[in-house]
């Protein structure tokens, strides 16, 4: 018996811990005028889109590797360096002046992205597994990305406002001081030594490499993996487009923040109620919901650069601020069908998998946006997002079965 309640206390104290961790990670006061700080430094809005592109191709390297160090070592471990990483990322930035200078600061964010990237999802999952509590995974990781959320909503009316006061080079410089909260949070962390993968006869390298392959290989593994890495990659263009939408349609730069507020309110509520909703509606129809969100979302952005009507730019910022947000209902309703499907040893590295395959999607859509908006501005770039839907509902079409087989 105080064996079963040791077990509980550290599954509390691990989650209390992943929650004030992720908070200090997602107060990110920078994002609701990052375009204006960036360009301020030498660079144009297209190698904006470049710059977070070459992001996640930082990101893309590093996702297997830091799975499966998650897997074979301590996970603990690798969420302090991925805040390790963060802080460093910031004070990069901080210091930096055009192109390449920006590049590497974003590159350590990207490393720092990865190394959270699976290992946040596997430790909440087999944190729960300790007292047989798996099941109510989707509400508990649902709860700490609300945490996190919340921390962006916070973040993202104050660093408008406060851009407006100090300026991008102070609040580059606030943002290192908050990213060090998420180091001292996962020092908290309870280690799980009862996961860690035993390896015989084979090298790290061949061994998550063959993990790698075998996840790519199953049908229902690759088809749960694509589906939901191809719908991020259109809500991170939505997410980075709104600015350069919300500058050309003059919209008052102190209401950013309010708009990016707005996506982070909106992302609060589907990370609170997304296993309400997925219980209610089931996955194929939350599904087909976010996709017809996506097609909104670029109907309004056209509205918001074709009309002078003030009144109707801002509804149609307003529901193009919600659009990014639904991208957490669709990740925690897929990742919980992944999670479900695979071992203790091996998550880290299959969730990282599952990283590394959104990332290349997301990389993709951005540096395409990157010559898009250069060349052909913001109206084509919308243009050819909502054409590029199409391959959403392909994609859904693919991985229907295997949701209706589970």
Request: proline share 3%.
């Amino acid at each position: 018996m105080p064996r079963k309640n040791n077990k509980s206390l550290s599954v509390r104290r691990g989650l209390w811990a992943l929650r004030f961790g992720w908070f200090f990670h997602n107060f990110l006061l920078i994002v609701p005028v990052i375009v204006l700080v960036y360009t301020q430094r030498g660079i144009t809005v297209g190698d904006f889109f470049l710059i977070q592109g070459l992001f996640r191709l930082a990101a893309f390297l590093f996702e297997i590797p830091s799975g499966y160090l998650s897997d074979r070592f301590s996970r603990r471990c690798v969420m302090i360096m991925g805040a390790l990483f963060t802080s460093l990322g910031f004070a990069i930035v901080a210091m930096a002046y055009g192109f390449w200078p920006i590049v590497l600061g974003e590159a350590m964010l990207g490393v720092a992205s990865a190394l959270y990237s699976g290992t946040l999802e596997a430790y909440t999952y087999d944190l729960l597994k300790r007292n047989k509590s798996q099941g109510d995974f989707i509400k508990q990781f649902g709860e700490v990305m609300t945490f996190g959320s919340v921390a962006s909503f916070i973040a993202v009316i104050l660093g408008g406002i406060m851009y407006a006061y100090i300026g991008g080079d102070k609040l580059l410089w606030l943002e290192f001081l908050v990213s060090v909260g998420s180091i001292v949070a996962f020092v908290f962390l309870p280690e799980l030594f009862e996961v860690k993968r035993t390896v015989k006869n084979k090298n790290a390298v061949a061994d998550a490499i063959g993990i790698t392959y075998k996840t790519l290989k199953n049908p229902k593994l690759r088809n749960l993996i694509l589906f939901p890495a191809m719908f991020g990659g259109f809500t991170i263009v939505m997410l980075w487009i709104m600015q350069p939408i919300m500058e050309f349609a003059q919209v008052p730069v102190q209401l950013f923040g309010v708009y990016f507020g707005i996506n982070n309110f909106a992302a609060i509520v589907f990370s609170k109620y997304a296993y309400k909703i997925c219980e209610k509606l089931g996955e194929i129809r939350v599904s087909i919901i976010t996709i017809v969100t996506i097609v909104l979302g670029c109907v309004m952005g056209l509205v918001a650069v074709h009309t002078a009507y003030m009144p109707l730019v801002y509804m149609a910022c307003a529901v193009m601020a919600i659009v990014p947000a639904i991208r957490i209902l669709n990740n925690l309703q897929y990742n919980a069908l992944i999670h479900h499907s695979i071992k203790s040893q091996e998550r880290g590295t299959v969730i990282s998998t599952r990283a590394m395959v959104a990332t290349v999607c997301g990389a993709m859509m951005l540096i395409g946006g990157k010559f898009l908006m250069d060349g052909w501005g913001i109206t084509v770039t919308l243009i050819g997002v909502l054409a590029m839907t199409g391959v959403l509902w392909w994609a859904l079409k693919k991985v229907a079965c295997f949701i209706r087989m589970k």
